[in-house]
Every structure is written in C-alpha cells, then in structure tokens.
C-alpha cells in the first residue's frame, strides 16, 4: 500500500509561482509512473502533468505547457510540480497519484490509470 501526502499549496498572486511535493512511504515510487491531478470547484478531476518511472519522460495538459514542471527526486521517494506564472483559472485542489495501469502515451493524461490518490493540495490564485 502506498500514502501519498501532497503538501506546498497556498494563495498566490496571478503570475506567481509554487511549488508542490508529493511525499510517498510504504512502497518505493522508483518503479512507477506519477501524476498529477487538478480538480476545480464544480468541474471534473482533470490532468495536470506525469512523469516517467525514470523521470526522462514528461507530460503536460496543453493549458499549463511551458509554466509547470514536473520532476522527481526517486531517493527522496518525492514528485514535485513546478508552477510559473500562475493564473486565476489554475485555482485548484492538486493530487498526485500512482500510475498503475495503461500503455503508450496517451494513458498517462486519463486518471483511471491511476490509484493511491493523496489527499489533495489547495491550490489559490487571485487576480
């Protein structure tokens, strides 16, 4: 069983920038693909950004390529996502989760090939 504990959320200024971490015990992460997730109020989970098990391959959704980044630090068993010039519509509760099913490119943007969901990082943006 893994736990994952997201943690850096705050409220920021449009234009500012966080950084969110994502902490795992019980199980190694060295292993698995992760992602991560955004849910708005009143909006479905959606995508956000994955990483590779070996953290050279990189996904983003279209609307935040080129301001997030998303890494790894396999021997602090932590994923982390950048976020650059924050905008109002990135206001959100954050997840990371575990990629545990699918294959090819295209799995890692849906959240049914993930388990282990954390608790969720809020995420303010004001204008």
């Known amino acids: 069983q893994v736990q994952l504990v997201e943690s850096g959320g705050g409220l920021v200024q449009a234009g500012g920038s966080l950084r969110l971490s994502c902490a795992a015990s019980g199980r190694t992460l060295s292993h698995y693909d992760m992602g991560w997730f955004r849910q708005a109020p009143g909006k479905e989970r959606g995508f956000v950004a994955a990483i590779s098990w070996s953290g050279h391959t990189t996904y983003y959704a279209d609307s935040v390529e080129g301001r997030f980044t998303i890494s790894r630090d396999n021997a602090k068993n932590t994923v982390y996502l950048q976020m650059n010039i924050l905008e109002t519509e990135d206001t959100a509760v954050y997840y990371c989760?575990?990629?545990?099913?699918?294959?090819?490119?295209?799995?890692?943007?849906?959240?049914?090939?993930?388990?282990?969901w954390g608790q969720g990082t809020q995420v303010t943006v004001s204008s």
């Open positions: 989760a575990v990629k545990t099913s699918g294959i090819g490119g295209v799995a890692y943007y849906h959240s049914h090939h993930y388990d282990y």
